[in-house]
Structure formats: C-alpha cells, structure tokens
Nanobody, 126 residues
Framework: QVQVVESGGGSVQAGGSLKLSCAASGFTFSRYCMGWFRQAPGKEPEEVASIHPDAGTRYADSVKGRLTISRDNAENTLYLQMNSLQPEDTAMYYC????????????????????WGQGTQVAVSS
C-alpha cells in the first residue's frame, strides 16, 4: 500500500542544520508531486515546500533561502535540507504525496495532498 515514512528530525540550536528524509513506497514515486508540511503546537498545518516530478520547486516565503527540497527518484526518497534553523521552525514535519500523478504544477491546497506520514519532530532552541 502507499506509504511514506519521515526521518531525520531532532533538536538543534538556532543556526543549526538538519536533513529530513521521506522514504516512499507502494506507488510510482517519480510521477507525483511531493510536499513537506509542518505543524507547530496550536497552529494550522502549513506547506513548507513542494517538488514537481520535473523537479520544479515551490517554497513558503518564511523558508526561502534556508530550506531546500529535493528528490531522488531512483531511491524513492524525498529530502528537506534545513539550514539556518530558527526557533520558529520548531514543528512536526510531515511529507505527503499529491493525490493525483502529473499535473502542470503541484497542488496548492493541502487537501489535494494525501498519503501523509507520521511526521518527524524538529525542535530549535535559541
């Protein structure tokens, strides 16, 4: 069945780095938009970044220049390189697959992503 499993979270000090991974299985990874989302306590989930099958990317304004999304289609793995982390980046991070393959661009609505993982916690201290 469709499955995505996140890993790589942890606790770092402000200015530090982490690299999250998302291992995908049960579907043709290379055909789907993939996204990273995060949810901080008491806040709504927000999209952090997404990547199209053609490797085109989209980022939230708050993370541009600090976080980089990438994918390895041969390994069915999605990545999020996180640099210059700040306390406001503290959240549970989830990866998700778009509900449908292809498309000219990745979905803009969170509801159009499905197959969510269990998440990996990122904590940034000041």
């Amino acid at each position: 069945q469709v499955q995505v499993v996140e890993s790589g979270g942890g606790s770092v000090q402000a200015g530090g780095s982490l690299k999250l991974s998302c291992a995908a299985s049960g579907f043709t990874f290379s055909r789907y938009c993939m996204g990273w989302f995060r949810q901080a306590p008491g806040k709504e989930p927000e999209e952090v970044a997404s990547i199209h099958p053609d490797a085109g990317t989209r980022y939230a304004d708050s993370v541009k220049g600090r976080l980089t999304i990438s994918r390895d289609n041969a390994e069915n793995t999605l990545y999020l390189q996180m640099n210059s982390l700040q306390p406001e980046d503290t959240a549970m991070y989830y990866c998700a697959r778009a509900r449908w393959p292809g498309g000219r661009s990745c979905p803009v609505n969170r509801g159009d992503f499905g197959a969510w993982g269990q998440g990996t916690q990122v904590a940034v201290s000041s």
